[in-house]
């Protein structure tokens, strides 16, 4: 087994710093060793087989995101980030372990696909990764396999308000999932915007000839994004089960949420750099067909109505758990182009599976969050929501060793043309520049990444198999 000691770093955890070394052993953590000390008294010392120099730099826990779609068929296509792909591009960004979705539509069986998923990715990906469970069809026979899932350590399942005829839920069938889910101690994962009402909006504008991608966000407003995230909290308070709100854009629903869990609520939040960062009036308002790159739903938000920096804020105080991508991405050329001439046939996703540990420093960088609450919303929350820890989100003796080494005075380009990893014809990020880069990644021992360049394999990533949420009240 090779063992490599890391020195001279400052190690960053969700709960503090400290200047101290790193040892792998192997594909875990062996130990860590304070500085100038006799390092181990079992004579590894004489077996160190690489070491590492990290003064200056941040080491920390690999990124955990917990919401990609790789090769999700979808909106008539499908998802242009193969496992291969999109695990690759996680790991030159920092990111160790995702957890994607398996996804089940009116009629299937979700034991098959699960296994569907299961093919697709097996030794095809960088990086670890688990599995949630979409649930696109809640009946008696979707509802048993839920618990079957449990026990095959895939402990999270999503439902969707919004998509009717495609992954829709009533309510009474959220209902069900939630009893479900509540009995068998599972997450229950919602995508929260009134799908019903919407449909209306975007019929109402595509017969105004408010064809253009500006309009896809115009209509999804915020008030049936809060809506839908209340009808959710209101639901999971009726059954009981555990609640987890992906991809929030607007600051009123994270209100919503915050409420519910000042009263003691099992809810959380998940929200996404590109909320965080763009909007309606800039991207999806480009000129032309440009802001189809940034159609995505939720939908990015008026700046003007200020849920950015809400958003920031609701990360700082906790109420936002999580910050994961939703990695889905689409080019331009033969998917994006599909809507042209009707907004609603632009498939909906955007790509950033390598960008979020950067995105999320220049947080730190701009004072919107503390070095600490970056690790934690990139890494450990996500790996204690979807149980994961102390296997991941950590580094700490016993943990793998998914590490990173960050450079706070290094810079990250993400720039005009190709320079990303992603398969895609574009970025979503293009023009964005971040104080700090990742200059090494270790993924369970194996040092996939240096200097920018990937020196893993597709066959490195093996599936996790989850427990149960850590994460509850
Ligand atoms: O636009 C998005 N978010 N695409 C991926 C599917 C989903 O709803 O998460
Ligand atoms: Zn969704
Ligand atoms: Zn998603």
Redesign the pocket.
């Known amino acids: 087994m090779v063992t490599t000691l890391i020195r001279g770093g400052t190690v960053v955890s969700a709960t503090g710093r400290q200047s101290i070394d790193v040892l792998i052993d192997g594909a875990t953590i062996a130990a860590l060793i304070e500085p100038g000390a006799a390092p181990f008294g079992d004579g590894l010392a004489e077996r160190v087989d690489n070491v590492v120099d990290a003064t200056g730099k941040y080491v920390i826990p690999g990124g955990v995101d917990a919401h990609t ?1 790789m090769q999700m068929p ?1 909106g008539g296509t499908t998802a242009s980030d193969t496992f291969e792909t999109g695990t690759r591009a996680a790991a030159l960004g920092g990111t160790t372990t995702i957890v994607d979705f398996a996804i089940q539509t009116p009629g299937e069986h979700v034991q098959d696909t699960l296994q569907a998923w299961h093919e697709k990715a097996a030794g095809n990906c960088a990086i670890d990764y688990g599995f949630h469970q979409i649930i696109g069809d809640v009946n008696t026979e979707s509802l048993a396999a839920m618990g079957e899932l449990i026990d095959e350590g895939v402990t999270s399942f999503k439902l969707f308000m919004a998509y009717p005829g495609v992954y829709y839920s009533t309510d009474g069938q959220i209902l069900r999932a939630m009893q479900k889910c509540a009995e068998i101690g599972g997450l229950m994962m919602m ?1 929260a915007e009134n799908g019903i009402a919407i449909d209306e909006l975007v019929a109402q504008h595509l017969g105004r000839g408010e064809t253009g991608p500006y309009f896809h966000g115009v209509s999804r407003p915020w008030q049936l994004e809060e809506e839908a995230t209340h009808r959710a909290i209101m639901l999971a308070d009726v059954t009981g089960a555990p609640l987890y709100v ?2 929030v854009s607007a600051h009123q629903a994270l209100e919503q949420i915050a409420t519910a869990r000042g009263a003691g609520g099992n809810v959380f939040a998940e929200t996404c750099p590109q909320y965080l960062y763009l909007s309606l009036e800039e991207q999806l308002g480009a000129g032309g067909f440009e802001g189809a790159k940034w159609v ?2 939720t939908p990015l938000r008026a700046r003007s109505e200020g849920h950015q920096d809400q958003l920031w804020r609701y990360i700082r105080t906790g109420d936002v758990a999580g910050v994961a991508t ?1 990695h ?1 991405p689409f080019c331009m050329v033969g998917q994006k182009e599909l809507g042209i001439g009707n907004f609603s046939k632009i498939p ?2 955007i790509g950033g599976v390598e960008h979020r540990m950067d995105l999320m420093f220049q947080g730190v960088v701009d004072g919107r969050i503390s070095l600490e609450r970056w690790v934690e919303v990139c890494a450990t929350t996500p790996a204690r929501m979807f149980g994961l820890y102390p296997r991941k989100g950590v580094i700490s003796p016993g943990a793998d060793a998914d590490v990173v080494i960050y450079d706070p005075a290094g810079h990250t380009s993400i720039g005009v043309g190709k320079t990303h990893h992603m398969n895609m014809d574009h970025s979503a990020w293009e023009g964005f520049e971040i104080d700090g880069a990742v200059t090494a990644v270790w993924s369970r021992g194996k040092k996939v990444v240096e200097d920018r360049r990937y020196l893993g394999a597709k066959t490195d990533g093996r599936f996790v198999r989850r427990e149960l949420s850590q994460n509850l009240i």
């Open positions: 779609h979808f995508h992906v991809h995505c739903s939703d889905c909906n996703g």
